[in-house]
């Protein structure tokens, strides 16, 4: 979409608590960090501490109870269209409208995302070198596999150019060739001046893509780690002893 954003912040968040319940403990607290311009920032966790909260807070699905957000200076609760235009998001369990074919859904989110006939033409060639899903886009969604719903996820999530690329999980299911491209054009986009915010449990991924990584424990941030200014310092580096051993500390 061509956005630029304020002093190069793409993210910006603050304070994050949520809590599911009057009378259950936060799901996430105290939750700080920010995603710049050509930036790929990496939530890392076991399952259920907390890092799919944290998403949908930021992608606007769930009402939070303390702290902010802003996509580019726009804040979530205050301006949520203009923030959520400029985002693109593929959550965990690659939800997607079962009844039509890959083609009317990538259709259906350029319309949602005002993107013009031309330009989606060009942008869905693109997309197809990465993703290869080949005549199959023509096919009704409720026939594909769990890998071809994410891939048409993320080409859906791609159509508009958003300038961040929210990702939930997003190499659980493909297949080696794909998760090789997928990551290629992570770094890529990150180039062009977006930002990306994924979340995993790969840390060899998380550690050769990613410039920055905040772990989460817990709901809480226990730890914020610039992977580059590491990488230089000791290019042999063992990212995966280093979290384990934060993980394992109570």
């Known amino acids: 979409m061509g956005n630029s954003c304020v002093a190069n912040a ?51 699905m769930l009402p939070f109870d303390k702290g902010s957000i802003s996509i580019c200076g726009k804040d979530i609760v205050k301006e949520p269209v203009a923030a959520k ?27 949602i995302y005002k993107v013009s006939a ?9 997309l197809e070198k990465v993703f290869c899903l080949g005549d199959s886009i023509q096919n009704v969604i409720g026939s594909y596999s769990h890998g071809m719903r994410q891939k048409i996820c993320m080409m859906g999530s791609l159509i508009h150019s958003p300038k961040l690329w929210i990702l939930d999980e997003p190499m659980t ?31 060899t991924t998380v550690a050769k893509i990613c410039d920055r990584v905040v ?7 226990v730890l914020e780690v610039n992977v580059r200014e590491v990488m230089q310092q000791d290019p042999h580096f063992d990212f995966e002893e280093y979290f384990l051993s934060h993980e394992r500390q109570d």
């Open 10 to 60: 793409v993210v910006k968040v603050e304070g994050l608590a949520k809590k599911y319940s009057k009378k259950a403990d936060y799901a996430i607290s105290n939750i700080s960090f920010t995603c710049n311009e050509g930036e790929i920032v990496g939530l890392l966790g076991h399952n259920g501490a907390g890092k799919s909260t944290t998403l949908r807070c930021l992608e606007g």
């Open 85 to 111: 235009s400029m985002m693109g998001f593929v959550t965990d369990d690659h939800a997607v409208f079962v009844k039509m074919t890959g083609l009317q859904y990538i259709d259906f989110m350029a319309d």
């Open 118 to 126: 031309k330009v989606r033409k060009e942008r869905l060639e693109e």
């Open 173 to 203: 299911g493909l297949d080696p060739r794909t998760m090789r491209a997928v990551q290629e054009y992570m770094l890529a986009y990150a180039r062009k001046g977006n930002g990306i915010l994924f979340s995993s449990h790969a840390l």
């Open 215 to 221: 772990l989460i424990r817990k709901g809480r941030q």
